[in-house]
């Protein structure tokens, strides 16, 4: 049962232009929300992160949205860049079930920025 | 730097042999966790310790151990019984409150052969 699903695989994006990539989640109990970036052969790094209790947070060039209604998240990136080229994994937590940091992580989307 | 060391990157044992990953961190985090990827897939949690002494079952513990005997250090023992072991193992530790992200070690690819 995939909680947390990213339904694109892989995003191509040229340079300059915006990269959006999508997150669905199905666990109502789902309030924290973080997005991961990864390069091969290393461990992911935290981007960004959203609390239900807001629909937008913003930082520099990413901006990830949350839609609670239609359970979707989405980041956006501005302006893309070349090395933005990577895996980006969704990731959902439940604070109010006591497992405050336990993460749920989607398929993640390769992201593609070409030049 | 603080950060989060996982030893070795690459691993190989033969099959039948346990196996235990090492992972430290420095950031005086207390909560720690592991972490398998498989090809196409996302991370699933094996394990997850949120104090010293104490640990609890993830998504997919059968045939894995886990130790926290200390706050910095949290070794995972894949042991025979993992049915399926080949994957990139990844460690993270998070501080104890719930917007502190996980920050995450470069990995341990296992290969069994």
């Known amino acids: 049962d995939q909680q947390v699903k990213q339904n694109s695989p892989s995003l191509s994006v040229q340079e300059g232009r915006i990269s959006i990539l999508n997150c669905d989640y199905t666990?109502?109990?789902?309030?924290?929300f973080l997005w991961y970036k990864k390069y091969p052969a290393e461990g992911p790094t935290f981007l960004i992160s959203i609390s239900s209790i807001k629909d937008k947070n913003e930082d520099g060039r990413f901006t990830v949205f949350l839609n609670k209604s239609a359970k979707h998240l989405s980041l956006h990136i501005v302006p893309s860049q070349p090395g933005d080229s990577a895996v980006y994994f969704c990731?959902?937590?439940?604070?109010?079930?006591?497992?405050?940091?336990?993460?749920?992580f989607g398929t993640g989307t390769r992201l593609q920025v070409t030049l | 730097d603080g950060g989060i060391t996982q030893s070795p990157k690459y691993l190989f044992r033969k099959e039948g042999q346990n196996v235990t990953l090492s992972c430290e961190q420095n950031l005086n985090h207390d909560a720690m966790y592991w972490y398998r990827q498989d090809p196409g897939q996302g991370l699933r949690l094996i394990y997850y310790?949120?104090?010293?002494?104490?640990?609890q079952k993830g998504d997919i513990a059968e045939g894995y151990s886990v130790s926290r005997e200390k706050k910095e250090s949290f070794p995972l023992t894949v042991t025979s019984a993992q049915k399926n072991p080949t994957a990139f193992y990844l460690c993270?530790?998070?501080?104890?409150?719930?917007?502190?992200?996980?920050?995450f070690g470069d990995g341990t690819r296992l290969s069994i052969l």
């Open positions: 990731a959902a937590s439940a604070l109010n079930t006591g497992t405050a940091s336990k993460l749920t």
């Open positions: 310790s949120q104090i010293v002494n104490d640990f």
């Open positions: 666990n109502s109990m789902f309030d924290y």
């Open positions: 993270a530790s998070s501080g104890q409150f719930f917007n502190q992200p996980q920050h």
